[in-house]
């Protein structure tokens, strides 16, 4: 492990504690599931830890953060006005991981792990056209988001362009634009309850469509192990990852071999506030 992911490892610690403490469902997905049962760890090229929840558990972690460990923080669009997504993030607040597409977003920048709701995504077996479309909706309202990121210093060369990206971005932010657009997509992909569902998954992967899955892949779920810690896997995770990933036990050629998250700004030692301002971000 490199020292980014012991600091990861140590939040997933905390996060399961608060689970097994209060009794809620949890999984690693993503990459991290597939990390655990091709490495028993991290991918070793892997930058982020990935874990979701069925929405009733989900719902009830995000409303823990009295009881979460300091020097965490549970960030949500409720927790934090400036956070722009729909699913949760646990911080360290005394490390510093500014992405470069959010570098002008005033949110908690600490070293994160993200924390995915898992929703009902379809009552068929084979999902409608409607819910393709539902998912496209969901991604172009988180794209949305992006838009404070249009802020530029001006530049004489390109004050034609820079002003108007300027104007949107305040706008965009003056308004609290983002906090109704949180609140409709929330809405929009809870409609169908987890429970009356056929199909679940996960609205905000990468891999949105492919998401939708049989709910009896997830249930209780299954023990694993995660860098020597005991963790807990989708019940079937076999079949997870192979909907997800195709012939997962593969590994991708060297080439893609990289991390997915950019920094701006990188600090273990150094908690995110006191880094903006050194360092002028």
Known sequence: MNDLQKCQLNILIEFIRLCEEHNL???????????????????????DI???????????FIQLQKEI??????????????YIYNFAKIRDCTTTFIENT??????????????????????????AIEFKKKVRWTWHQV????????????????????????????????????HYRNKLVDKKVTKLSYDDAVLVGNYFGNNAKREAMPKEIFEEGTDGVFEGIKVKLPKDYDKYLTLLFGDYMKLPPVEQQIGHHFDKGFSLTEDYLTYRKEHNL
Request: proline share 6%; glycine share 8%.
């Open 25 to 47: 469902t949890y999984y690693l997905v993503g990459g991290t599931c597939l990390g655990a049962v091709r490495h028993k760890g991290f991918i070793p090229w892997d930058d």
């Open 50 to 60: 990935d874990v979701g929840m069925p929405r009733k558990d989900y719902d009830k």
């Open 69 to 82: 460990k300091k020097p965490y923080f549970i960030q949500t669009y409720k927790s934090d006005k400036n």
């Open 102 to 127: 959010f570098v002008c977003h005033q949110f908690n920048h600490g070293v994160w792990i993200d924390v995915f709701p898992i929703d009902g995504m379809s009552k068929e077996v084979k999902p």
């Open 143 to 178: 794209y949305l988001m992006y838009l404070p990121a249009l802020k530029r210093k001006l530049r004489l060369k390109t004050l034609w362009k820079d002003i108007p990206l300027n104007i949107v971005a305040f706008l965009f932010g003056l308004l609290n634009v983002g």
